[in-house]
């Protein structure tokens, strides 16, 4: 329990991230390929999404461009609220300030694994489902989450820069280093990024195939072990959190009286008893 704490934890290892960081990459290959199952699109591809926003404005295509705009403002909202956690918890000196977007996330996982098929027939302003606003929207918490950890080494929703990274590694790993040649220092690649970058790749990949089994079979409920994991990975912590932090507790107190819906008055007791007037 004390691990998995750490992962969360302001003061921070450099095993802490990696570790965090596969399992978030775990993660986003499970939600990203299984969404695809159901949405036939990526919800975490905001590249394509910005070019569609091209495509679209070129050809006309007015569904097409709320299709991608929608996409896009949900994984940047997404990212915005992911940051006002983060930033939040680190002025306020949480213990574990990244729990916060975490545990929003399992939140919002929560009921999508339950009832993820009836969002499918929720219609949205951006003519998509509200699946798909849900699931970009995940994504860009996630992202923003794991950029923030590891100062923009880490993101987990797209493989694009590791990809890139890797190669850029392997480069070096392959590359001659002659006798007598160019004077300046020799190549030499970075054994701890190649691994980082490897392992995420492949756990991205390893995700994409459990997500993607657990749709065609399982359906929506696969989300439902996701979401245990990162309620697990947050729950603790932030509990943690609520116990030392008087301040944290009295923000929850006052978010649950303005959540608290009220009753309605009591009628006043009526003192009309029926009887004629006295006469005088």
Same mark, same amino acid.
Request: aromatic residues 6%.
């Given at each position: 329990?004390?691990?998995?704490?750490? +992962?969360?934890?302001?003061?921070?290892? /450099?095993?802490?991230?990696?570790? &965090?960081?596969? =399992?978030?990459?775990?993660?986003?290959?499970?939600?990203?390929?299984?969404?695809?199952?159901?949405?036939?699109?990526?919800?975490?591809?905001?590249? *394509?999404? #910005? $070019?569609?926003?091209?495509?679209?404005?070129? +050809?006309?295509?007015? #569904?097409?461009? =709320?299709?991608?705009?929608?996409?896009?403002?949900?994984?940047?909202?997404?990212?915005?609220? $992911?940051?006002?956690?983060?930033?939040?918890?680190?002025?306020?000196?949480?213990?574990?300030?990244?729990?916060?977007?975490? +545990?929003?996330?399992? /939140?919002?996982?929560?009921?999508?694994?339950?009832?993820?098929?009836?969002?499918?027939?929720?219609?949205?302003?951006?003519?998509?489902? =509200? #699946?798909?606003?849900? &699931?970009?929207? !995940?994504?860009?918490?996630?992202?923003?989450?794991?950029?923030? !950890?590891?100062?923009? @080494?880490?993101?987990?929703?797209?493989?694009?820069?590791? =990809? #890139?990274?890797?190669? !850029?590694?392997?480069?070096?790993?392959?590359?001659?280093?002659?006798?007598?040649?160019?004077?300046?220092?020799?190549?030499?690649?970075?054994?701890?990024?190649?691994?980082?970058?490897? /392992?995420?790749?492949?756990?991205?990949?390893?995700?994409?195939?459990?997500?993607?089994? *657990?749709?065609?079979?399982?359906?929506?409920?696969?989300?439902?072990?996701?979401?245990?994991?990162?309620?697990?990975?947050?729950?603790?912590?932030?509990?943690?959190?609520? @116990?030392?932090?008087?301040?944290?507790?009295?923000?929850?107190?006052?978010?649950?009286?303005?959540?608290?819906?009220?009753?309605?008055?009591?009628?006043?007791?009526?003192?009309?008893?029926?009887?004629?007037?006295?006469?005088?």
């Amino acid at each position: 329990m004390r691990r998995l704490r750490q +992962l969360t934890g302001r003061h921070r290892l /450099a095993q802490s991230d990696r570790t &965090l960081g596969l =399992l978030l990459a775990f993660n986003a290959g499970a939600v990203n390929a299984g969404g695809f199952l159901v949405l036939h699109m990526y919800t975490s591809h905001m590249t *394509g999404f #910005t $070019s569609q926003v091209a495509d679209a404005l070129v +050809l006309g295509n007015v #569904t097409l461009l =709320l299709n991608a705009l929608g996409a896009l403002l949900a994984f940047v909202g997404g990212a915005a609220v $992911s940051a006002v956690q983060i930033n939040w918890g680190r002025q306020h000196r949480l213990r574990h300030p990244y729990a916060l977007p975490l +545990l929003l996330e399992a /939140a919002l996982m929560l009921p999508f694994g339950l009832m993820g098929a009836i969002t499918l027939g929720w219609h949205t302003p951006f003519a998509v489902p =509200l #699946t798909v606003l849900l &699931l970009s929207f !995940i994504m860009g918490l996630q992202n923003a989450l794991s950029a923030k !950890i590891s100062g923009g @080494r880490v993101r987990t929703t797209h493989m694009t820069g590791h =990809l #890139t990274d890797l190669g !850029i590694e392997l480069g070096k790993m392959l590359y001659w280093n002659r006798r007598g040649g160019p004077a300046g220092s020799p190549v030499r690649h970075n054994r701890q990024r190649l691994r980082l970058f490897g /392992a995420l790749v492949l756990m991205f990949v390893a995700g994409g195939l459990a997500g993607a089994a *657990g749709f065609k079979w399982l359906g929506f409920i696969c989300v439902l072990p996701l979401a245990a994991l990162l309620l697990a990975l947050s729950l603790p912590p932030f509990l943690d959190d609520v @116990r030392r932090s008087r301040e944290l507790r009295e923000g929850l107190a006052g978010l649950a009286v303005r959540l608290h819906l009220r009753r309605p008055a009591a009628e006043a007791p009526r003192t009309d008893t029926g009887a004629p007037p006295a006469s005088p």
